[in-house]
């Protein structure tokens, strides 16, 4: 987003959150209705299709876009998630086995009101607890500290939210079932934090094989990779919008 970056940034709010309205009907917030937004905003902007950006839960919906509507999609950077079935993936570095990860991520969003606006974002933020001694642990948070300017924003953003509504959100994307990326074809780069408490670095890889081509690259880093390498995120988006431009 950086002035002079060659690159020009459309985006949105999902529903019910930074000034967007909630729908009539409280249950339009699946991921199904997020894509059906970014192709809405596709048409307003009069863009026949773009390179699609993803980070976390967004991850979901660039991919159910990508199945959706190939022809919109040139490509697709997929930050810190994976295409459906996100709950599986919490916390597996903190040893939750797999079949209790669902329940615990949503025991973990109803408690999201009552925690505080900021905690989730400072556990995004953290490595796991084994990991806090290490250099590569240390180093994560402290790449989000020289971002002072990038890193209030996202703070301030999250301490502004309705965190019921944000639960309600949540707890709809924990609806959305592991999509089948093989049918892809566009260009795609998965970008995954080796230290990130929200997402198995194990459950990325194994959307990256999933997809024809994909390229994975792994930091290490939390659930917060744009905030803590801005730089790397440049190259990688750039990498692959000239990947974009050999295949077309």
């Given at each position: 987003?950086?002035?002079?970056?060659?690159?020009?940034?459309?985006?949105?709010?999902h529903?019910?959150?930074?000034?967007?309205?909630?729908?009539?009907?409280?249950?339009?917030?699946?991921?199904?209705?997020?894509?059906?937004?970014?192709?809405?905003?596709?048409?307003?902007?009069?863009?026949?299709?773009a390179?699609v950006?993803g980070?976390?839960?967004g991850?979901n919906?660039?991919?159910?876009?990508?199945?959706?509507?190939?022809?919109?999609?040139?490509s697709?950077?997929?930050?810190?998630?994976?295409?459906?079935?996100?709950?599986?993936?919490?916390?597996?570095?903190?040893?939750?086995?797999?079949?209790?990860?669902?329940?615990?991520g949503?025991?973990?969003?109803?408690?999201?009101?009552?925690?505080?606006p900021?905690?989730?974002?400072?556990?995004?933020?953290?490595?796991?607890?084994?990991?806090?001694?290490?250099?590569?642990?240390?180093?994560?948070?402290?790449?989000?500290?020289?971002?002072?300017?990038?890193l209030?924003?996202?703070?301030?953003?999250?301490?502004?939210?309705?965190?019921?509504?944000?639960?309600h959100l949540?707890?709809?994307?924990?609806?959305h079932?592991?999509?089948?990326?093989?049918?892809?074809?566009?260009?795609?780069?998965?970008?995954?934090?080796?230290?990130?408490?929200?997402?198995?670095?194990?459950?990325v890889?194994?959307?990256?094989?999933?997809?024809?081509?994909?390229?994975?690259?792994?930091?290490?880093?939390?659930?917060?990779?744009?905030?803590?390498?801005?730089?790397?995120?440049?190259?990688?988006?750039?990498?692959?919008?000239?990947?974009e431009?050999?295949?077309?």
């Amino acid at each position: 987003m950086a002035p002079g970056s060659g690159f020009r940034v459309v985006t949105w709010a999902h529903r019910g959150l930074a000034g967007s309205q909630r729908p009539a009907d409280r249950d339009r917030v699946r991921v199904e209705d997020h894509a059906d937004d970014a192709r809405a905003v596709l048409d307003a902007f009069g863009l026949s299709s773009a390179t699609v950006v993803g980070w976390s839960l967004g991850v979901n919906v660039a991919f159910e876009l990508a199945l959706e509507h190939p022809d919109r999609v040139r490509s697709l950077l997929a930050v810190a998630g994976v295409p459906g079935g996100s709950f599986s993936a919490l916390f597996a570095p903190l040893g939750v086995p797999r079949r209790l990860r669902t329940p615990a991520g949503r025991l973990s969003s109803r408690l999201l009101p009552l925690v505080g606006p900021l905690l989730p974002v400072l556990v995004g933020s953290l490595p796991p607890w084994p990991e806090l001694l290490t250099a590569d642990g240390v180093r994560g948070p402290a790449r989000e500290a020289g971002h002072p300017a990038a890193l209030y924003t996202v703070l301030r953003e999250f301490s502004r939210h309705d965190w019921r509504w944000f639960r309600h959100l949540v707890l709809a994307v924990a609806e959305h079932a592991p999509l089948d990326v093989g049918a892809v074809r566009c260009p795609v780069t998965f970008v995954a934090g080796s230290h990130d408490a929200l997402v198995d670095v194990a459950d990325v890889a194994a959307a990256a094989r999933a997809v024809p081509g994909a390229r994975l690259r792994t930091v290490p880093a939390t659930h917060f990779v744009p905030l803590q390498y801005p730089r790397l995120m440049a190259a990688e988006l750039r990498a692959l919008v000239a990947r974009e431009r050999r295949v077309s």
